[in-house]
């Protein structure tokens, strides 16, 4: 188990240091302006969809469907092309109407930014289709416990847009965004490239093959499996997308906020989202097969022992992640962006919107953990509701405090529905469960920690407020 958390942690950390360093001078180059945030409103749908799919929600839908196929070959064919068929069409329709799209991204934004945005978008949103065929083959991967090529792979994507960046310099900032935009698709080109080698050296084109090959003849016979499929897919990813949509609404109503609002609350996330996918995402992907196959076989004992060693290994990480992320906010913004366009005073908001994103890291990288458990028992619909109750809230405390906090209001929403489907998932996975892996020794010894960085870091924080 743990050498797979560790593959995947070392994957996603060294694309989010290349991710970092993109940030850094994509904050350079642009800034928090009208420009920045034109082009985080153009990536921010095919990367909503690329989190949705890519980290983990889609292959916890999929595999277990696949796992049970008689016809493995013709239904992972099937849905392949049903999927990126819908996709395309998707994909057609933001082009041909990218003003539209714009403006149901961004309803803030005036007649004039939209128009400007608009190209933007239907450049980025060629991603999309290529973003969901490298899914669709990192779940086949997956499968065959191989984690290397999917977590290492996005380091593809941050190296085509620090190209991009590189090779746009001293052009203007429409220009720039232009390269970025282009980088983007070029990017997910990239990544399929590699995943389709994988492919090949495991031996898995025959599967491909085959399928496409009898998916005409035998359709039929798999009428059930692709049924019960769609069923559960829907709800296994809104159970699974709540900090994604979540997310996805922060950029809606940071649009009627003052310019560079949503440059602030994507900078923010960025450091946000790097424990969250080094520790919760990476584990909950590795982990995953395993539980699934202990409650395929009834052995619920030794799923909760795998689940006991996961909880207290995260609960260390993002507890220790989550008290630097809060007392170090104004050191790390400013080490990370503060340049070239970034001014002093951006670091201050993002300082603050990146307090209120860290406050909900460990309910966040909790429940990645125990959703695993409803997905493997099929509790897809479970799942769903929790999702539904948490997006709710946030909506509520989004407009509650968005007028006297600004962007910092609506990162303080999301910790609030990420504390409230925390404790809806801890009730869904059971209480007397969560409390056998809660009272252990290990608890006394995170108290003792807590204790320890935090005065460690207040007088690191002294030190570090003279140099930085």
Known sequence: MFKAIFTNSFGILFSRVLGFLRDLM?????GANIYSDIFFIAF???????????????AQAFMPAFARSKHKSVFSANIFFIFLSIILIISLLVNLL??????????GFDKKTIELAAPFVAINFWYLPLIFIVTFLSTLLQYKHHFATSAFSTALLN???????????????????????????????????????????????????GGFRYLRVKSKIIQHETKKFRSQFFPAVWGNST??????????FASFLVTGSISYLYYANRIFQLPLALFAIATSIALFPRIARFLNNSDEEKALA??????????????????????????MTKLLFERG???????????????????????????????????AKEMQMQAAKIATASLITYILFSASLILPMGAGGLALASTISGFVSFFLTIRAFGAKNFFDILLNKYAIYLIIGTIFLTILLTFLKDFLHAYI
């Open 98 to 107: 990218p003003s539209l799209a714009t403006n149901a991204v961004a309803v």
């Open 159 to 209: 190296i085509s847009l620090i190209l991009a960046l590189y090779f746009s310099e001293n052009k203007s900032q429409s220009e720039i965004v232009y390269y970025l935009s282009f980088g983007v698709v070029i990017g997910g080109v990239m990544q399929l490239i590699a995943h389709a080698i994988a492919i090949y050296n495991l031996g898995l084109c025959k599967l491909f093959h």
């Open 243 to 252: 900090a994604q949509v979540s997310g996805f609404l922060d950029t809606f």
């Open 341 to 375: 366009a970034f001014t002093s005073n951006d670091t201050s908001t993002t300082t603050f919107v990146l307090q209120m994103y860290m406050i909900g890291l460990i309910p966040f990288g909790l429940q990645k953990l125990l959703l695993l458990w409803l997905y």
């Open 306 to 331: 795998y689940m006991k060693k996961a909880f207290w290994f995260l609960a260390f990480l993002l507890t220790a992640s989550t008290i630097m992320g809060y007392m170090l906010a104004h050191e």
């Open 26 to 30: 994509t904050a350079s180059a642009l």
């Open 44 to 58: 921010k749908l095919p990367n909503l969809f690329r989190r949705i799919f890519a980290e983990g929600a889609f």
